[in-house]
């Protein structure tokens, strides 16, 4: 046990916790300014705002021995007895030379800078800055530079070099470094070798100021104007915790939410940028009836009521659930179908794989598999069928005439189906089609229906390590369209409206694999919902959290 001090309070870390000052001080609620150190990060201690005394109590006569000199609280240990003094007047003056310091270069371009609203530099400069500028103001220079994946802007830069650590320790592929010396330091990349990696966007995060910007966000939304929301990214089956940022449900950009358990700080590209097919003009966006040749728009009202009537007199039935559905939205169809045909045929959907898996030194993995919730969908599939029918045999099975009446819960953000596949879906009797896009299989289907994207809906995924999370939806569906929750929902006869949260505590009563426990970590404010089976390797994990 190590009691450390902080402004007078006292701080007991069990055995072996190792934190550093900046850490500490945040379990008391005191929050130390800080640019370089990035807890995902190796300490450089460079900038210098995290400067604070420190001093040493003696255990026996408990007389505390001041340092002479301030310290970095980043690179500073709390160890036993350490004393750490933040609110001096002679650390108030050091943050304020600090920020006057960086200041003297910045250039004042914050009605034009993307990370406004955001920036470390201005709230520092508000909380600890000098009141009064004592340097001439000058033009400022705004040097706009191309390193490949991101833009640049050089003077605005304040040389923390997390972003040069980052592509050195975490993407290992070191395309940036620092060229100059002294005033003339700049972020650079060797001529021929831009910032081109996986998880590149992730330097525009780490920037604390507006130093290096996302090419896809550029100039495209002020920081105040949008609300950002918890989600689950969509786009393999890591399941990395993210934001999403929005305003008037247009989504703006995506973000990493820490996650100590999945994907730390970071997202990858694929996922980062993966959200623009939500507002593509492509999508379904009406239900649709095929009369003859022709599709007739409906009407929300009746369909459900219509749509069971068909199935009611279409048995038997098949059932396809793709890995991009929720939990709670694969349950309830499941409970559907089989409500209306007790022998129904579940099917898993088609699984995207492309290429291989991709770890990075850093210890995070972009995996091959694209989409989020295969494990969830056969653990439902499971319980239901008592086996996972792959899409193979669901082909095969309907060559052999053995169901009349088919829905598809498609979802895919990616073509999924070829002509050849969907040929298999000819001649049925019903085909209810639920998808993002048209493909060739809505061409045959006798009803389309528009599906929702996964910033649209409310629900839950299990990712590859068996690890269940909760994604809140963000932004509203394009009119006409109704999440696939909520149909379900009406279509079981429950009253109101689609509530996921007690369909989960639902299915975690009935299905082992879901009995989960709620697991609140207070340092990052993450609420997971942790799956048993895994419990195991999240308390393994938790003991090497920070
Ligand atoms: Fe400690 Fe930069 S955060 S020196």
Redesign the pocket.
Known sequence: MAVVIIDGRELILPEGRRLNG?EAARLVGIEIP????HPGLSV????????VEVGMRDAKTGRITMQPKLV????TPAVDGTVFVTTSEKVRQARARVEEGLLLRHPIDCPICDKAGECLLQDYHFLHGQPQRRADLRPYTSRRRDIGDVTLFVDRCIM?SRCVRFTREISGSSELMVVGRGAQEEIDVFPGRPLHNNLSGNVVDLCPVGALADKDFLYRQRVWFMRCHRAICTRCAVGCSIWIDENQDRIYRLRPRPNPFVNKWWICNEGRYGYHYVHDRRRLVRPMRREGQSLHELDWGLLPDELCQRLRTAAPLAAVISPFVSVEEAYLLCKLIRSLDAQAVLACGPIPLVGQDQNFPGGFVVLAEKCPNRRGVEAVLAHFAGKVVSFDELLQQLADGLARGVWVAGGYPMPWIDHQQAQRFAGLELLIVQDLFPSPLSDLASYILPAAAFAEREGSYVNRNDWLQTSAWAIRPPSGVRPEGQLYWQMLGMPGLFNPRSVLDDIARQIMFFSAATCEIPETGLDLRVNLLAEGQADKERSHDV
């Open positions: 900046i800080h640019y370089c150190w450089v201690g460079s900038c210098r705002m995290c400067l970095p609280a980043c690179n923390c």
